[in-house]
């Protein structure tokens, strides 16, 4: 079979059009033949089945040689369509002359009445023009039919249509594969820009913290991945917070007709340290009474940090006659109790979940052989080295005592500072360990400390064993008695004879005791501080972590949280530590 579009081929073959056209002529006539022969019925069929193609071919020539030769000066092209439509039409009517009418005959004759839709009903879109009638006599029959088919196939309009939306489709490719791969590039560079300020601002926990060098380790740990980007950092020392931002240029790999110039990459990220205030004092007894205790005119001052209770005892925190906490946060796993002259700021927030020991996992020097036996320094001024103290030091009548850089084991008995002697020491550690360790710095003296700034016990001013050996204080101070209900003026209630308290007791009772600056860690002692005048205030910062801590008389022991003022390290899991690092953007 013939189908129209057998009539065109690209580049046009006018030969092989002129021997498709005789074949046309030549079915027509042996159809002719078959029907005078009496072959109806398969000349029927046969007649049918090509007459549609034939029909179909022919007004497609028809068609397209009409559309060359109307509207144009009197070419020799316009003048062989002219010739190739009326041949055209000339097969057409000899194939009506046969008699025989199809579904596909009725639509033609329609068509050549001048009826459009008809005619596209019978042979397509190929044939959707007007058919004019003319008279030319049949010649250049091959030229008309390549013109036709030219302009009617449907291969070409789809080549013409790719080579037009090719371009645009390469350059949406390119637009997307450039998209994800500046996507891909900004969340690298936005996760190396969290991490760096999450980093750095855990040095505001570490040690001391100033601008410059917190912005130092942002920008190497961002560097360190993209060493291309430019960043910036703001650091608040006070807020605890670091932001870090960070550019650089993103290079298109494909779109650079629609990108213009090379677009930028900007990310930023802010990290606090934030959920709690920073703890400054922890007492760990999950149930004694009174385990934070103040009585009398003493006062606990630790306005930028938290103080916490373990005891979930109702009486956990207490404060009697005219005591005065102020604090961050008051927080206490069990109840509280006051009495009427008694002031607790902010009130304080009960049943708080119990704080595991966050020094739990710091363990103690390893003690070697006794350097000092029962070492008493009286009178005069000294400089001791670090060792291991057996029986004890003893500093007395006026002695002015420096220790030297490091550790100083005090082994089986206590350290004491007594009848105005002074002891001054910076960048040392003292470990309390065995039986009869403890620490008493008595009235009248002075007492300088700093603790180490490095080396397994950093940041640890005072570390007393956590095994509990029994070291009482020398004279006994009786355990606080807990008061019954959270305004009462008197005492009561008791139920017999109070549990025994912690090991281990030490005293704090100078009145010149201004600079304890590092942690002060008693998991199994109880501290008692009893003097006149402040405690600590002159130090940059002051943690307590203790099994109990009363407070006697007037003293103000002043816990303050300016971390960023010395180099000391904080011990991770108190001070800010307190607190989690989180990016707040």
Same mark, same amino acid.
């Not at 309009?157 to 997307?176: C, D, H, Q, Y």
């Not at 360790?437 to 490095?454: G, Y």
């Given at each position: ?381 000294? =400089? &001791?080295? $670090? !060792? ?8 007395? /009548?006026? %002695?002015?005592?420096? #220790? @030297? ?91 017999? =004879? &109070?549990? $025994? !308290? ?8 100078? /009145?010149? %005791?201004?600079?304890? #600056? @590092? ?67």
């Amino acid at each position: 079979m013939v189908g129209a579009t057998s009539f065109v081929t690209k580049p046009i073959k006018w030969r092989q059009l002129s021997y498709q056209l005789r074949y046309v002529m030549r079915a027509s006539r042996k159809d002719a033949e078959r029907r005078s022969r009496g072959e109806e019925v398969a000349a029927t069929a046969i007649s049918g089945a090509t007459r549609e193609e034939l029909v179909t071919c022919l007004n497609a020539i028809i068609a397209t040689a009409t559309t060359i030769a109307s509207g144009r000066a009197p070419t020799p092209e316009a003048v062989r369509a002219k010739e190739i439509t009326t041949a055209a039409e000339a097969m057409l009517h000899k194939l009506w002359g046969h008699g025989e009418t199809s579904e596909a005959d009725t639509s033609l004759a329609t068509a050549q009445s001048g009826t459009q839709p008809a005619l596209s009903h019978a042979c397509g879109a190929a044939c959707t023009m007007p058919i004019p009638r003319t008279n030319l006599p049949p010649r250049n029959v091959r030229a008309a039919a390549t013109f036709r088919r030219l302009l009617s196939d449907r291969s070409a309009g789809a080549a013409i249509t790719f080579g037009l939306v090719t371009p645009i489709l390469f350059m949406s490719v390119g637009a997307a594969i450039d998209y994800s791969l500046y996507m891909r590039d900004r969340t690298r560079l936005q996760g190396h820009v969290d991490a760096a300020a999450i980093f750095s601002a855990r040095e505001l926990q570490m040690a001391k913290a100033d601008s410059q060098k917190i912005s130092a380790i942002a920008q190497n740990f961002v560097h360190a991945e993209e060493p291309h980007a430019s960043v910036q950092t703001s650091v608040d020392v006070k807020a605890f917070s670091v932001k870090v931002s960070a550019r650089k240029a993103f290079a298109p790999k494909m779109g650079h007709l629609f990108w213009g110039a090379s677009p930028t990459i900007a990310v930023s990220a802010t990290a606090k340290l934030n959920g709690t205030a920073p703890l400054c004092l922890l007492a760990l007894d999950p149930k004694a009474g009174a385990t934070l205790h103040l009585e009398a005119s003493s006062m606990m001052t630790a306005t930028g940090c938290m103080v916490y209770s373990n005891s979930k005892h109702p009486n956990g925190l207490q404060a009697k006659d005219s005591a005065t906490l102020k604090a961050g946060i008051v927080c206490t796993a069990g109840g509280k109790a006051k009495t009427a002259g008694a002031t607790i700021t902010p009130e304080p927030v009960t049943d708080c979940p119990v704080m595991e020991d966050p020094l739990r996992a710091r363990t103690g020097p390893t003690v070697g052989a006794c350097r000092f036996n029962e070492m008493v320094v009286s009178g005069g001024s000294q =400089l &001791l080295e $670090p !060792g291991v103290y057996c029986k004890g030091l003893k500093i007395t /009548d006026g %002695a002015e005592v420096t #220790l @030297g850089k490091g550790t100083y084991i005090i082994k089986d008995g206590p350290l004491i500072v007594e009848k105005g002697a002074t002891l001054n020491g910076t960048d040392i550690s003292i470990y309390l360990t065995g039986p009869k360790s403890n620490l008493t710095f008595a009235a009248e003296t002075t007492i300088n400390m700093s603790a180490a700034k490095d080396g397994p016990l950093a940041g640890l001013l005072i570390f007393d064993d956590p095994a509990g050996a029994e070291a009482l204080a020398i004279p006994p101070v009786p355990l606080p008695i807990p008061v019954v209900g959270e305004l009462v003026g008197g005492l009561g209630g008791l139920g017999g =004879l &109070l549990p $025994p !308290g912690p090991p281990r007791e030490h005293k704090i009772l100078s /009145d010149n %005791a201004r600079t304890l #600056l @590092g942690t002060i860690y008693m998991p199994q002692g109880r501290l008692i501080v009893d003097a006149s005048k402040p405690i600590a205030d002159k130090s940059a910062y002051t943690v307590i972590v203790v099994r109990r801590i009363d407070l006697h008389a007037g003293p103000n022991l002043i816990l303050n949280s300016d971390y960023s003022a010395t180099d000391v390290p904080v011990p991770k899991g108190v001070g800010p530590y307190g607190s989690n690092v989180m990016l707040t953007n």
